[in-house]
């Protein structure tokens, strides 16, 4: 539950500063960015449970190759990394266009921002988790 609520903070603190200084993302008010940070959350725990088999069944079939000399560890190690980032990555992306859909006081003005949205949380909950040391949010 804490977990959950730090998220909340940190995606809330996160949507305010990308709204600031992300032309063509525009929140109304901090209250706004709490509500699209608890529905980005909720719906990001959901498809996340979704999509867990397929990052599953993908890895798995990437590990297959770390049994080839010299390459192979490369292609898995590497694969993993890039399935979970893209899976995670488009997620974020749908979700955010999504969510503008829904909501009156949140409008973003192209599916180009929801993209540079999408990578500027992800570097922000890369950074902020980093610095508090928390893993596993």
């Given at each position: 539950m804490v977990q959950a609520l730090i998220t909340i903070i940190i995606n809330t603190a996160a949507f305010v500063g990308i709204s600031k200084f992300l032309p063509g993302f525009?929140?109304?008010n901090e209250k706004t960015a709490a509500a699209i940070a608890v529905a980005y959350s909720i719906l990001g725990y959901i498809l996340g449970i979704v999509t867990f088999p397929l990052v599953a069944i993908v890895t798995i079939g990437l590990a297959m190759f770390a049994f080839i000399p010299i390459i192979g560890p490369l292609i898995a190690g590497a694969g993993i990394f890039v399935t979970v980032f893209l899976v995670s990555f488009v997620l974020s992306v749908v979700l955010l266009m999504a969510i503008d859909k829904f909501?009156?006081?949140?409008?973003?003005?192209?599916?180009?921002?929801?993209?540079?949205?999408?990578?500027?949380?992800?570097?922000?909950?890369?950074?902020?988790?980093?610095?508090?040391?928390?893993v596993g949010i």
């Open positions: 525009q929140i109304k909501l009156e006081d949140f409008k973003m003005e192209s599916p180009l921002v929801a993209v540079k949205a999408a990578l500027a949380l992800g570097i922000i909950n890369v950074v902020v988790r980093g610095v508090l040391g928390v």
